[in-house]
């Protein structure tokens, strides 16, 4: 069963210029989900354990995850990085975001939010100086 259908994607577009071949977004969504069983091999057991006691919301989580992922190589199906236009005295240039315009991939926020670690990468501090009496002289104690 998929977990995401072309309907989700299209519904989910903003703006002008959504995808209107179904068949393509299906395929999409397709890679993108094998993707996701690859980068999360535990997420079918997951989704199934919840829908047997019909709690928690996983499965919209991962649907979100899936059209994200694809909306990103239909926004930007060329992989173009940045383009610049000028006509008289007016320019203008877009820079896309992302380390891999264009391409289909996982965010680390997007793994977080599948693997129940969190928004993603989180930030810790390490004191070097735990136990330590401190530099000498300084009057620390």
Do not use: C
């Amino acid at each position: 069963m998929a977990w995401a259908e072309p309907g989700d994607l299209i519904a989910a577009w903003i703006g002008g210029g959504a995808p209107g071949d179904e068949e393509q977004i299906a395929l999409w969504l397709a890679r993108a989900e094998r993707k996701v069983r690859a980068a999360v091999p535990d997420l079918q057991a997951r989704l199934d354990a919840e829908a047997d006691e019909e709690r928690g919301d996983l499965a919209e989580t991962v649907r979100d995850v899936v059209v994200s992922m694809a909306t990103r190589v239909f926004r930007n199906p060329r992989g173009i990085r940045q383009t610049q236009e000028s006509g008289g005295p007016f320019q203008g240039s877009i820079t896309y975001g992302g380390d891999h315009p264009g391409d289909l991939y996982i965010t680390e926020d997007e793994r977080g939010m599948l693997t129940g670690t969190g928004d993603g990468p989180q930030a810790f501090e390490v004191d070097m100086l735990a136990g330590s009496p401190g530099p000498r002289g300084l009057g620390w104690s």
